[in-house]
């Protein structure tokens, strides 16, 4: 179950390795290009709360207000009712022209001469007959054919920046002006979260998703959904007495804020390692595929079902898609496991009777361009797509496709939705909260109608 690997773009391949030091909450971002955005999340008054160089895995972002007994009390008021927003991030700008290949536009086959479908080799998408599935997404497609995925197929926003990293902040922060420190779902947080819930904000990937920084409440990032021992290169008896020595440092006074706030989260780190434990031994009424993306949405189908106080969830998809060269096998393989990982935990969900309390948000930093490069590849874009997957999905396309008649200035494809205004009805239709504070400028977004009345 090891994760596939990707052809990735060398600024790419930068930027992430800037992201992925920056995402240690309140490390410094080491040294960019003038002009390029600090992920969400830099600068913050938190930390990473755990020795990096002993190699534990599990982490506790948050303000110093933690209180000891966090993951107990949070557990015990969890509200077994709240909604819950599941984020899944495709890495890299995923092709929206592969994954809703246009094979009825009379350009396509000029613009995609080797790395096109045929029409017939993918299902075709209902709600636009010149459009059809890529057939490595075929989970998808059969989610939509049930009602149960809302497509944008060419969601975006104005002036387009086709830099991984500048348009990935965007994203992350809900917002065009680089500069905020919070994501965006951090900030909803802030809003709704408690001092005493670090489980409200979960990212899957073993990091802090720079979508969930936030300013005030704690928030979680675990590497592993059954891997609850902290890993240290230490073997028994000393590395039981080192988890034990956690909470025996945390309980000892300070006279200086910033060492009883980690010594605070030290311990609350062994509390959320040993309150876990018990979950990671879970579960399944539905086959997964045996991947590792399946595996982390299976075990949070079954934190979900124990009822451990979820609101807002972040992973990465299968792979990446940053697809430059040789995009044709790449593309087909990490999407085919991204989508039938997604069915498999919608099923889940519904065996469990737990599907209408979730809902899934796809989505990517930006689309490929419309014609094919000489790598058999395709560069950085502008539109792309993105889904909003559930039971209780409207199940309605958002925004036409353009087609590739009228390009933009650079040859792009043209944006018909705003990816704030997603955010936006996300916030107020799915999660119940108003998107003025969170969205700046939310009121100028048309809020696309995303749930089921």
């Not at 303000?63 to 969890?78: D, N, R, V, Y």
């Not at 094979?103 to 709600?127: H, I």
């Not at 997404?137 to 830099?163: M, N, R």
Request: glycine share 12%.
């Amino acid at each position: 179950m090891s994760p596939r690997k990707h052809t990735c773009c060398d600024g790419f391949t930068r930027s992430q390795l800037l992201r992925n030091a920056a995402a240690e909450a309140g490390k410094g971002l080491p040294a960019i290009e003038p002009g390029m955005p600090e992920p969400a999340g830099t600068g913050l008054s938190r930390r990473k709360f755990l020795s990096r160089s002993a190699g534990l895995a599990l982490a506790v972002y948050g303000a110093s207000k933690i209180p000891l007994s966090a993951f107990e009390t949070g557990i015990a008021q969890a509200a077994q009712n709240e909604k819950i927003l599941v984020s899944v991030f495709f890495d890299g700008g995923i092709d929206a022209m592969s994954v809703l290949a246009p094979v009825g536009d009379p350009k396509y086959s000029q613009l995609r001469p080797n790395l096109g479908f045929a029409p017939g080799a993918g299902p075709t998408f209902s709600e636009d007959t010149r459009l059809q599935w890529h057939p490595a997404a075929a989970g998808l497609a059969t989610l939509h054919g049930e009602g149960k995925v809302s497509a944008f197929p060419a969601i975006g926003y104005d002036h387009p920046d086709q830099s991984h990293f500048t348009s990935r902040h965007y994203y992350e922060i809900g917002e065009l002006q680089v500069g905020y420190r919070t994501g965006w779902l951090g900030r909803y947080l802030d809003l709704v979260g408690n001092d005493e819930n670090p489980l409200q904000g979960l990212s899957l990937d073993g990091d802090l998703s720079p979508m969930l920084a936030t300013s005030n409440v704690p928030v979680a990032a675990i590497d592993s959904v059954d891997g609850y021992e902290l890993w240290s290169r230490t073997e028994d008896p000393v590395e039981s007495e080192m988890f034990k020595s956690f909470a025996r440092f945390g309980s000892l006074p300070s006279d200086s804020p910033g060492l009883m706030q980690v010594r605070r989260a030290t311990s609350q780190t062994d509390k959320l390692r040993q309150d876990l434990a018990g979950v990671g031994d879970f579960s399944r009424p539905v086959p997964y595929p045996e991947t590792w993306f399946a595996h982390k949405l299976a075990g949070l189908a079954a934190y979900i079902n124990v009822g451990l106080p979820l609101r807002v969830v972040t992973i990465r998809a299968a792979g990446g898609y940053d697809t430059h060269a040789e995009q044709a096998a790449d593309l087909a393989g990490n999407l085919q496991e991204t989508c039938e990982a997604v069915l498999a935990f919608q099923r889940d969900l519904e065996a469990r009777g737990l599907a209408d309390r979730v809902l899934i948000e796809m989505w990517s930093e930006f689309g490929r361009r419309p014609e094919e490069n000489g790598s058999l590849g395709t560069d950085h874009g502008a539109a792309g797509c993105a889904f909003v997957i559930g039971s209780q999905a409207k199940g309605e396309m958002v925004g036409e496709f353009p087609g590739l008649s009228s390009l933009d200035e650079d040859d792009n494809l043209k944006v018909t939705s705003d990816f704030r205004g997603m955010y936006c009805s996300l916030l107020e239709q799915w999660l119940g909260y108003d998107a003025e504070p969170i969205i700046p400028g939310a009121a100028g977004f048309a809020r696309p109608t995303l749930i089921k009345p």
